[in-house]
Nanobody, 121 residues
Framework: QVQLVESGGGLVQAGGSLRLSCAAS????????MGWYRQGPGKQRELVAA???????NYAASVKGRFTISRDNAKNTGYLQMNNLKPEDTAVYSC???????????????WGQGTQVTVSS
């Protein structure tokens, strides 16, 4: 069994910053892609950023230049640094990881429980 635990959400004023963390634990052999998704009020879930096992990032156009995704493979942890936050960034942010398990070496997709980010104007 693999678990992802997010932390770092909260309330911040527009222009402020937050750093989200996503810690993976359990039956892990390796982690391929790690991604951050968000779902705002009345909106569909969207991909915010993703990072490969080698550290290559991809960003949604709406966050490029403001958000930075990173990971620490030794700690099985991913991060999302969010700067110059805007009210439209308000959403529940969830991390996702493609995990190769230790037991069977199968590849599974795991989701965290989500963390709320609220940006006030």
């Amino acid at each position: 069994q693999v678990q992802l635990v997010e932390s770092g959400g909260g309330l911040v004023q527009a222009g402020g910053s937050l750093r989200l963390s996503c810690a993976a634990s359990g039956n892990i052999f390796s982690i391929n892609v790690m991604g951050w998704y968000r779902q705002g009020p009345g909106k569909q879930r969207e991909l915010v950023a993703a990072i490969s096992s080698r550290g290559s990032p991809n960003y949604a156009a709406s966050v490029k230049g403001r958000f930075t995704i990173s990971r620490d493979n030794a700690k099985n942890t991913g991060y999302l640094q969010m700067n110059n936050l805007k009210p439209e960034d308000t959403a529940v942010y969830s991390c996702n990881a493609e995990v190769r398990t230790s037991t069977w070496r199968d590849l599974i997709s795991v989701w965290g429980q989500g963390t709320q980010v609220t940006v006030s104007s």
